[in-house]
């Protein structure tokens, strides 16, 4: 029987959609399951939006492609609709295999791409042998996921840098693994339904699971992103019931007067002030430093830079030094007191296990995102389809360099602190977000919520680093436009940040665990946004990158206040142990905040430990301290360069009084605090390439 043109249109529609969702679903497997499955990387609210673009514009091609194949098999119509179906079939898995080479073509140059294209010819010609055989053979060309998966694996071998080889080999072997399991569960299927196994391809199943797989590319991340590790064993010598939980969430990159709690203008910050009801704040907060890696290990210690030596050094560790072994922690110190510990990072740059910082901790996760658009998979043929598209997420995947945002860290302290509250033993739990920082992409709406955002700064992240680079360290001035965009844009990801906040807040007191809970949220550090001449952080001490804000809720406390005296990250570990009901530590610079007294002339110090730009040799100064008491603050560099400002008068840091502001007493201060604090200098291995290669994406070392 002859087929209709009716009838062999729609089968061609269907075999079009089908063979190119098998590619599809071949390609997310290789590119963000695989991955996924054996990294701590995850995909965002915005790249499942991007998953599911790319897939519906495989969709809309196999269903042209499709009907284009039908019509040109006019001659094939008097074949019998099964054979039609088969030659259908394999003529549109040979156009895909075509349409793969092409882009492998077109693709950038670079070695082993001979051997990648001699690999699908090999596989093309394999199609092609199996085109011309009788309707029972059933060779690769019988199932498009499988000649997909040959394509690609092929061509990334044969692209592959030799020395990364170990590693990519476990993405290949994952698949392998999970195609056996697959494979034994419809052989299992086949075999309770009586089905004949004597064939390898069944069409009933053959869609089933590609529809399974397409399914998963909709709603897999979602899950996958989700899957929680379990909380430790309970501490050998639990806290007694009464004792309170402890969260320290950090808002990495937010300087303290771009919030609106902080009397900026714009009101970014709603939640943050429903906190304050019943919470305190701290006007004054100076931080350890200008930079993650060291103010953390500040908070984290208790000690000044100086003394726990969790900062740059040339040359041996021009990114950081890491957190000395020997040195106790928030997280060890509550081990012995029976919490359980739990921190949730986003930032992956310097608050992973290499630096020292989550030791102590039970459970910890790191995650990043996984890219949907890697520059060494431009052999893909998503790479071809996300150049035309403006969304973010598919054509310029902002995602291989930045950090997770703050929803998918709530995401998992929501799903952690299920846990938690169910345990006998109270928790600490550390919280960072890292929406504030460079390159500042604050989703929908935050992204235009502020007058002031540019497309000429939003479209290349890589040129957005290069004018950064130029500004801080060639000397040029921030171009004309650039910093009202970086403004709004950061103004847009802090409130971003507040909403999230809010979030976390609300699932406290719905689950009834605000009260008995010590919260702290606190910032690293701030950010230059073209104040001084600069941009980012790390390039100084001045207030737009050390002054940052505290808000402290104490438990049981039911009522608001506002504490004008400065304060420092010393003082976090102090105030821990205390409403802990731990005993203080003598050793400590730090006071606890809730017993805080009124001292005009206590003095706070910050350090900075060589800049964004430094190498050996330049004329900028390898270390500056910053030196306040009262309203004076007197900046100290090893270049001997000497600044000193009045800051209540001058908050700007724009008249510099030195020498006539007598700056002697606090020189003296800092000639004494250098000559009897401690150092702390054990040997540490430097980062490996890998990690100064992910430090360096962020402008850390230029």
Not at 616 to 632: H, K, M, W, Y
Request: charge should be neutral; include cysteine.
């Amino acid at each position: 029987m002859s087929v209709r043109l009716r009838d062999g249109l729609w089968q061609s529609l269907a075999n079009g959609i089908h063979v190119w969702l098998s590619y599809a679903a071949m390609e997310y497997l290789f590119s963000s399951a695989a991955p996924m499955l054996h990294t701590e990387k995850v995909l965002e609210e915005a790249q499942w939006r991007g998953t599911v673009i790319l897939l519906a514009c495989y969709l809309v091609f196999g269903a042209a492609i499709g009907l284009l194949a039908g019509f040109s098999m006019n001659g094939a119509r008097e074949l019998p609709l099964k054979e039609f179906d088969r030659r259908n079939r394999k003529l549109l898995i040979l156009l895909m295999a075509a349409a793969f080479g092409i882009n492998l073509v077109l693709s950038p140059s670079q070695p082993g791409k001979p051997a990648a294209l001699l690999a699908g010819v090999l596989i093309t010609a394999a199609v092609v042998r199996d085109f011309g055989k009788a309707g029972s053979y059933r060779g690769i060309s019988s199932s498009p996921a499988a000649v997909a998966i040959c394509l690609i694996l092929s061509a990334r071998l044969a692209l592959v840098n030799w020395k990364t080889l170990p590693l990519l080999l476990t993405v290949p072997i994952t698949l392998v693994a999970a195609a056996g399991q697959v494979m034994f569960a419809v052989f299992a299927i086949r075999l309770a339904l009586g089905v004949r196994t004597g064939r390898f391809w069944n069409p009933v199943l053959d869609h089933c699971m590609i529809a399974a797989t397409v399914i998963a590319m909709v709603f897999g991340p979602g899950t996958a992103s989700s899957i929680q590790a379990k909380v430790g064993k309970p501490p050998s010598q639990p806290a007694g019931k009464s004792s309170p939980n402890i969260i320290l969430l950090t808002m990495d990159t937010v300087r303290a007067d771009h919030l609106g709690i902080y009397g900026y203008a714009r009101q970014n910050t709603p939640n943050l002030r429903r906190l304050l009801q019943e919470s305190t704040l701290y006007t004054d907060l100076v931080a350890a430093s200008s930079i993650t890696l060291t103010s953390h290990a500040t908070m984290f210690t208790g000690l000044y830079p100086r003394s726990h030596g969790a900062y740059k050094q040339f040359p041996g560790f021009p990114l950081g030094r890491p957190l000395a072994d020997g040195i106790p922690t928030i997280a060890s110190i509550l081990d012995s007191a029976g919490y359980h510990r739990v921190a949730l990072s986003a930032n992956l740059w310097f608050l992973g296990q290499e630096w020292g910082m989550l030791r102590g901790f039970e459970y910890s996760w790191t995650p990043r995102p996984m890219p949907l658009i890697e520059a060494n998979h431009a052999y893909l043929l998503r790479s071809r389809i996300g150049q035309f598209f403006p969304d973010p997420p598919v054509a310029n995947d902002l995602y291989a360099s930045a950090a997770v945002n703050a929803a998918t860290i709530n995401r998992r302290a929501i799903t952690m602190l299920d846990q938690l509250s169910g345990q006998e033993a109270p928790f600490f739990l550390f919280l960072n977000y890292m929406d504030a920082h460079w390159p500042y992409h604050p989703p929908a709406p935050y992204d235009t919520m502020y007058p002031g955002r540019s497309d000429r700064f939003t479209e290349n992240d890589d040129e957005d680093a290069a004018l950064r680079n130029h500004v801080d360290c060639d000397g040029e001035p921030v171009p004309t436009g650039y910093a009202p965009h970086a403004v709004s844009q950061y103004d847009g990801s802090i409130g971003f940040m507040d909403l999230q906040i809010g979030e976390l807040v609300g699932y406290l007191k719905q689950n009834g665990l605000f009260e008995n809970t010590l919260i702290i949220i606190t910032s690293d550090h701030g950010e230059a946004l073209g104040d001084h001449g600069s941009l980012g952080h790390n390039a100084s001490v001045y207030q737009d990158q050390i002054h940052v804000p505290l808000i402290v809720k104490y438990p049981g406390s039911g009522h608001g206040g506002r504490v004008e005296d400065r304060v420092s990250h010393v003082d976090i570990l102090p105030t821990i142990l205390d409403v802990a009901g731990l005993a203080p530590r003598s050793d400590l610079p730090g006071v606890s905040l809730r017993r805080l007294t009124s001292k005009p002339n206590r003095t706070i110090l910050s350090e900075r430990h060589y800049g964004p730009c430094q190498t050996t040799g330049d004329n900028i100064p390898e270390v500056q301290f910053a030196v306040l008491r009262g309203s004076s603050k007197l900046i100290s560099s090893s270049n001997g360069v000497r600044e000193l400002y009045d800051v209540a008068n001058d908050p700007g840091e724009k008249n510099n009084l030195y020498p006539a502001g007598s700056p002697a007493v606090l020189e003296d201060f800092l000639q004494e605090w250098m000559r009897s604090t401690p150092r702390r200098r054990e040997s540490q291995q430097p980062l490996d390439p890998e990690q100064m290669k992910r430090l360096r994406s962020l402008g850390y070392l230029q």
